[in-house]
């Protein structure tokens, strides 16, 4: 079991940036694929970038390639998202969410797929 504590959320202008931050418990996160998300009021949660367990894969979702990174620090037991370029409608609610996994190199870029989910951290970009 792995618990995920965000953090890093808040408000900023259109154009800026801000690095998003997830803590891991537990002692095996290296053996879990991670992946942040996004839900804003009243749209379904989306996965915005995952990433395999090894960091040699990654997803992103066509809205934010090019200005979100998804990183992973496992002797850190932390995931990192930097977010570039904001716009207004990356304003949502983030999380990141783990699901334990043999596979090394495969993300999985569905919600369902995931088992551990974060409490969210508020991103709000002002236009």
């Known amino acids: 079991q792995v618990q995920l504590v965000e953090s890093g959320g808040g408000f900023v202008q259109a154009g800026g940036s801000l690095i998003l931050s997830c803590a891991a418990s537990?002692?095996?996160?290296?053996?879990?694929?991670i992946c942040w998300a996004r839900q804003a009021p009243g749209k379904e949660r989306e996965i915005v970038a995952a990433i395999s367990r090894s960091t040699i894969t990654t997803y992103y979702t066509d809205s934010v390639k090019g200005r979100f990174t998804i990183s992973r620090d496992n002797a850190k037991n932390t995931v990192y998202l930097q977010m570039n370029s904001l716009k207004p409608e990356d304003t949502a609610v983030y999380y990141c969410?783990?699901?334990?996994?043999?596979?090394?190199?495969?993300?999985?870029?569905?919600?369902?797929?995931?088992?551990?989910w974060g409490q969210g951290t508020q991103v709000t970009v002002s236009s």
């Open positions: 537990g002692r095996t996160f290296s053996s879990y694929a």
């Open positions: 969410a783990a699901t334990d996994t043999v596979y090394s190199h495969s993300y999985y870029p569905t919600a369902p797929s995931y088992t551990y």
